[in-house]
């Protein structure tokens, strides 16, 4: 079965320092690959997504993952953190199964502290 | 904003009662997604609709039932109601249903029951 492994439960950074959180899929073929983020009382909102072609994708707020197949995995990064960037980050890969669902596979997310 | 919209944003209700949580997707978008949040499962998919039939369908318990009707809005009803179906509650919508297509999600339900 199609997993997602985020390592790191909690991170904590010093504003300004740079960032990256981790994301291990379990899949054979190349998968759909996600990031999330969800701020105190809010839905989750799509940073960045990777389906094929460049391996480093640009998302919104400064984000940017990188996918390498050879380790199967698809890092989070940002150069230097700012305060509002404290949230939970989820990392998810698109389900593949008999049917073509949008249905998404999340990991257990990591919560990103902030340190003035 | 998302453009999703689920209602109520928070319900307290009591063990074995019945609930219904509504969604209403973003304007256009055909597909509509459940998923739970608890702190010991973590996010985890329920059901999916797409142009209102069901498309996909995850770990949704029994209890637990969901439609998508003609104007695209979905309810999710959640019977016989245990302490351990406290939970936020989200729905999310993509234009099309199919593998790789970007959910836009709404702030959730949350649900606790008491």
């Known amino acids: 079965a199609q997993s997602v492994t985020q390592p790191d439960i909690h991170i904590t950074v010093s504003e300004g320092a740079s960032l990256e959180l981790r994301c291990n899929y379990s899949y054979g073929a190349t998968p759909y690959l996600f990031w999330y983020v969800q701020s105190p009382g809010q839905g989750l909102q799509l940073l960045l997504k990777y389906f094929s072609g460049d391996t480093l994708v640009q998302g919104i707020k400064g984000f940017e993952a990188e996918f390498k197949r050879s380790q199967s995995s698809f890092n989070l990064r940002k150069p230097s953190v700012h305060w509002s960037d404290a949230a939970e980050y989820f990392c998810a890969v698109g389900a593949t199964g008999s049917s073509n669902t949008g249905k998404l596979i999340f990991g257990q997310g990591t919560t990103l502290q902030v340190k003035p | ?114």
């Open chain 2, 1 to 114: 904003d998302s453009g999703v919209t689920q209602t109520p944003k928070h319900l307290i209700t009591a063990t074995g009662q019945r609930v219904t949580l509504r969604c209403s997707p973003r304007s256009g978008d055909l597909s509509v997604y459940w998923y739970q949040q608890s702190l010991d499962q973590g996010l985890q998919f329920l059901i999916q609709y797409y142009n209102g039939e069901e498309r996909a369908k995850g770990n949704i318990l029994e209890r637990f039932s969901a439609q998508q009707f003609p104007d695209l809005h979905s309810e999710l009803n959640l019977s016989s109601l245990e302490l351990g179906d406290s939970a936020l509650y989200f729905c999310a919508s993509s234009p099309q249903g199919n593998r790789g297509t970007e959910a836009f999600f709404g702030q959730g339900t949350r649900l606790t029951v008491v």
